[in-house]
């Protein structure tokens, strides 16, 4: 098995998130000599730094403090939690985020059977407190989530909601690109690792869960989250030469939208607003009137 872990959580004044996440990752069933915690605050206020501090008074497990800056969003907090940890794997996950006490052994048992792969990831469940927007269930609800199947396997794409790099990767492939505005963020590394002919592998035994309480749940703030989400992903589509035909796009936006309004689903509309603002925003790229979100930097270790 590897070494030694450092888990990475970048955060952002949820501590009502980030506290169960710690509790659930200080209760892990591996030697808790072989991996710390490191927690890379990315606000400006002081609440996260007392919690963190409250968690880790007298436990067995290194919880570490780090302050990214304020205000320089997850990327830049992700490299901020490489440069001042020391794991051999780095392990990347959210603040809102629920762990069993066997996802990180199952992770290192995964990373232990696929020497030479430089990503891994594993599942990513979504749970919502009740009393959410309306979802029927048959669009996904816009929160981010992963499932590559039952068996472990090589695949194009994990998220950083629960995502592990060795060390050493970040030696050849650089850091994230802390220029790189939320949604896409972490994708571009990927993208970068495996352009440089790397491999991403899936771990199926060490799924998370993602999870959203029903008061961060209102229609007004899916909506303009999905509209964010599709101006970004439009951007980083293009810049990566990744955009979809324009008719797929549409035709999604037109068959969610239709169903948002024949159904009451709140969870459609939201992704019919991300398509639409995705259609919009690449029309403006392709005039000329938009922006790219790439920094041009890459930093290195």
Known sequence: MPDSFSIVVPTSDRARYLGPALL?????????????????????TAGVRALVKEIALGG??????????????PNAARNVGIERSGGDIVAFVDDDCRFTRGWLRNLAEGIDRSPGVECYGGPIAVWLEPGHPRWCGREPFPITSLDHGPSDRYVDLVFSANMAVPRAAFDRHGLFDAGLPIYGDETEWVLRLRRAGGLVWYVAAAGVTHTRLATDLTPRGMLGAAGLRGVRAAEFDRAEGLAPPRELTAR?????????????????????????????????????????????????M
């Open 60 to 73: 067995a497990v290194p919880v570490r403090y780090e302050h990214s800056g304020g205000g320089r969003g």
């Open 24 to 44: 659930d990752l200080l209760d892990q069933k591996y030697p808790c000599e072989r991996f710390e915690v490191v927690v890379v605050d990315d606000s400006e």
């Open 252 to 300: 999604a936006a037109l068959r969610t939208s239709l169903h948002a309004a024949g159904r009451g689903c709140w969870s459609a509309a939201a992704h019919g607003v991300e398509k639409w603002a995705y259609l919009a925003q690449a029309a403006r790229l392709r005039r000329g009137a938009g922006s790219l979100p790439h920094s041009g930097r890459r930093a290195s």
